[in-house]
């Protein structure tokens, strides 16, 4: 590489350098400051879990972005090390010398658009494992008149015991057991008959079961 152009790309990676240590210093000055004293008050007890949750989650993003720079920070240092060795501008994939407007707009690079698009595209083949495991499971939505435990029951069971509500959000509530949607449904009834079998729990009346036939229907009788 030429020496003007050597100077240009470590003038580039030098103000790079600048931008991500003044980012890691405004973030490392963020995240040491605690999260008391980043919402401004004297004590966290009394605060609503949202407001908490949602402070909780700036933090948490503030610690992704700065291990981020960290990242782009070193990679910028190994790409001044291959500017001194003159390995500075070729791909690393395939060995063939990178545009230099891609250089210009990402001076770090180490490869070529090709070989980075192949990679993108690589990446996106490679499916967390999880998949092979769920791949066979329709969601609740697709299951129709299915008699069986599914999520709207699981939701009831677990919100009883405390949503981002309490029993002083919700108007009318007594408990946590008042606090979330639907709150007043019976659980794992698909049907009114179902309720025979729940020992005094849900419905247990033989009117709600099988109704009485409505006026209309009597008449056309």
Known sequence: MEQERKREFRRLLE??????????????????????DSVQELSSYDQHSTDLGSETFE???????RDNARLELAMVHEAMERLEDGTYGICESCGL????????????????????????????????????????????TDRQDSVIYDGEDTWQDLARYGTANSPQDVPGAIDYEDVYIEADEAQGLVSAIDGIEDLGEGVTDLDDIYPPPSEEESRRD
């Open 15 to 36: 103000r790079e350098e600048g931008r991500l240590e003044e980012t890691l210093a405004n973030l490392e000055r963020n995240l040491a400051q605690s999260q008391k």
């Open 59 to 65: 933090r948490s993003k503030d610690v992704g972005l």
């Open 97 to 140: 010398p990178i545009d230099i407007d891609r250089l210009r707009a990402l001076p770090a690079a180490t490869t070529c658009v090709r070989c980075q698009e192949l990679a993108e595209d690589e990446a996106e083949r490679r499916r967390p494992v999880e998949e092979e495991v769920l791949s066979f499971h329709r969601s609740f």
